[in-house]
């Protein structure tokens, strides 16, 4: 399966973008694969699909086997989204501990470019990104762990469901500019296109902006995910 993933370096502006490195051989077995990215714990996830003349079955989260691959997500919340039209931006969006979010997202009408930013404190990838064109063709999820901004780019008019660690905590709620220069995340946006963004999220701060103790350290995506068990 083609898949688009694409990562950058904070700070390092004008350097070519780069393809992360996935696992030569995904973990595999007749319900899952996942498919390791360069940023610790963020995951592309390949259901296994069986699909015949009336349709198709597919198995989108069983907690003891994301276990088996290492991933201890605990859903606390579970959201449904539609974004109507093209080229809508929402993000990038996280929360911030003790009420930090991993999440699982995957798009069941439409196609988005989905983002996953970097903000652990003491992260080797801190500030890096990734990016995975998720549709209802491909039935591609991404496990994004706590600690992780989320941000997604409407491809084509798109329907959307993910599930939470944490249940939403406005208070807690905090985000990163779409366009931080820093960060430089390539959209999939024509030169000099404007996205449609919420009001909101015209007006999130820069990373370098935000305070430090606004973001999880690298250590604490664990206690999160463990939190969101209790």
Known sequence: HHHRE??????RRGAPATRPRVNEQ?????RVQCIATDLPGLTIIDPKVFGDARGFFMESFHQQHFLEHGLDFHVRQANH??????????????Q????AQAKLVRVT???VLDVAVDLRRGSPTYGQWVSVELSAEN??????PAGFAHGLHVLEAATFVYKCSNPYRPEHERGVAYDDPDLAIDWGLAPGERPTLSARDEQLPKLADLAPTDLPLFADDAAADAEGAS
Not at 82 to 94: C, D, I, K, M, T
Not at 96 to 99: A, N, S, T
């Open 6 to 11: 694409r990562k950058r370096t904070a700070g």
């Open 26 to 30: 995904p973990r595999e077995d007749h």
């Open 81 to 94: 989204a539609r974004s109507q039209a093209v080229h809508v931006l929402r993000g990038l969006h996280f």
């Open 96 to 99: 911030h501990p003790p009420k």
């Open 109 to 111: 009408r439409g196609r």
């Open 139 to 144: 039935r591609r999820q991404l496990y994004i």
